[in-house]
């Protein structure tokens, strides 16, 4: 019978000190409250069931509560997971894409062979050199040769000269000759006459 009575004290205590509850009070404090709003029998506390039954309840939402926003903590750890999954997924293919364009750059296609950058310098400056090399010897070549070709047609152009005065003269000579023939011939012609 005690017990009953005192439960039914409990509640009542309970009951008034949880109509003035307020959203902002902790549960510990309404529990405080309650200890402290509750009376005193032969060295047993005396709670108001009402308020008991208030505290319950409130304690029950706030337990609710908490396990709704851990329910939805580990939805959003979940989608965040999900999420960082996809994006380490996304990140790896991205990494796969950069190095195969990094060694797409770094490489050159050159006659449907894949050179690297350092080998087609090579191979380009060599072609380079070699091509400036034969153009030198083909300017020195060719200079040797105008040296010649004009020393060829100065030497052409002095017998074209000597030649010139060669025949001049053969052809005074022959003239000369000819006439000399010719005195003789009258002067036989004139012997014989």
Do not use: P
Not at 81 to 94: D, G, I
Not at 118 to 144: D, E, H, K, P
Request: glycine share 2%.
């Amino acid at each position: 019978m005690k017990k009953i009575l005192f439960a039914s004290l409990f509640l009542m205590s309970m009951t008034s000190g949880f109509a003035q509850i307020s959203s902002e009070t902790t549960i510990d404090e309404k529990f405080q409250e309650l200890i402290t709003n509750s009376n005193n029998f032969k060295g047993y506390k005396v709670v108001d069931t009402e308020e008991l039954t208030t505290l319950q309840n409130l304690t029950s939402n706030r337990i609710a509560e908490l396990k709704q926003e851990i329910a939805l903590s580990k939805e959003a750890t979940a989608a965040q997971e999900k999420k960082m999954a996809s994006l380490r997924a996304e990140m790896e293919s991205l990494e796969a894409n950069l190095a195969e364009i990094t060694m797409e750059k770094d490489n050159i296609d050159f006659l449907g062979m894949s050179l690297s950058k350092a080998t087609y310098n090579t191979v380009m400056w060599s072609v380079i050199g070699i091509l400036v090399a034969s153009l030198l010897l083909f300017v020195i070549r060719f200079r040797r040769s105008h040296i010649h070709t004009t020393e060829a047609r100065k030497n052409l152009a002095e017998l074209e000269k000597e030649f010139d005065a060669y025949r001049v003269k053969a052809l005074e000579k022959e003239q000369r000759l000819g006439r000399l023939l010719q005195d003789e011939k009258n002067k036989h012609l004139k012997v014989a006459k």
